[in-house]
């Protein structure tokens, strides 16, 4: 699976849109993008996940690029209990979920 | 509640005293997997299990070993665990009844071998 690049934190007020990027210019064209967020003394938490068209859920939207090279998880309104780490990873359409590279991410700290 | 329950949460351990992590799924999902997590380093995958009796490597099994004699438990084993088996770990599990489920992980497991 193709790797990917995050900032390694970010900074948001409390009850304002936030936008995770990422990006993964190698990406192939059966590559999907997932989401993933890790509270504190938590394990990873799926939050969303895409191949080619912007997708929506209770949780988050998730932007992807025309040219699949980058994507942008958008939480619409941060509350403190988003504070956490943020994986943006690919997974090959066949693969179960094997030597997913999950990196550094990125960690957002919420502002009340 | 759909969950994946590791035990125990903390362990504090000798060298070359063996030592087993449980895992256990109750969504009776066939995909099963462990990971350890290290600063820097991100989750790397030690063993994953396709169902029952099928186990394989990821990308640091050595020094681990595992077993699936049943669907619901996934059991990672440290025969003679070494301070480099200090870590974060993690199990997670999913179906394989559709593409890209998502993995759903324990809370995690960490071990201090000293």
């Known amino acids: 699976d193709a790797k990917t690049t995050q900032p390694n934190s970010m900074e948001s007020n409390e009850e304002e849109p936030v936008h995770l990027p990422c990006n993964h210019s190698?990406?192939?064209?059966?590559?999907?993008i997932h989401w993933y967020r890790q509270l504190p003394s938590q394990g990873p938490e799926y939050v969303i996940h895409g191949l080619t068209s912007n997708v929506n859920n209770r949780m988050a939207s998730l932007a992807i690029a025309e040219d699949r090279k980058s994507s942008t998880l958008i939480l619409h309104r941060a509350t403190l209990r988003d504070a956490a780490v943020y994986y943006c990873?690919?997974?090959?359409?066949?693969?179960?979920?094997?030597?997913?590279?999950f990196g550094g991410g990125t960690r957002l700290m919420v502002k009340p | 509640e759909a969950q994946v329950t590791q035990n125990p949460r903390y362990l504090i351990t000798v060298t070359g005293k063996k030592l087993t992590v449980t895992c256990s799924q109750n969504?009776?999902?066939?995909?099963m997997s462990w990971y350890r997590q290290d600063p820097g380093l991100g989750l790397r995958q030690i063993y994953y299990s396709m169902n029952v009796e099928v186990t394989d490597k990821g990308d640091v099994p050595e020094g681990y070993k595992v077993s699936r004699k049943e669907k619901r438990n996934f059991p990672l084993i440290l025969e003679s665990p070494s301070p480099n088996q200090t870590s974060l770990y993690f199990c997670a599990s999913s179906p394989l009844d559709r593409v890209q489920s998502p993995l759903h992980f324990g809370n995690g497991t960490r071990l201090t071998v000293t």
């Open positions: 969504m009776n999902h066939e995909y």
């Open positions: 990873i690919l997974r090959a359409i066949n693969n179960a979920g094997n030597m997913l590279t």
């Open positions: 190698t990406i192939s064209g059966t590559d999907y």
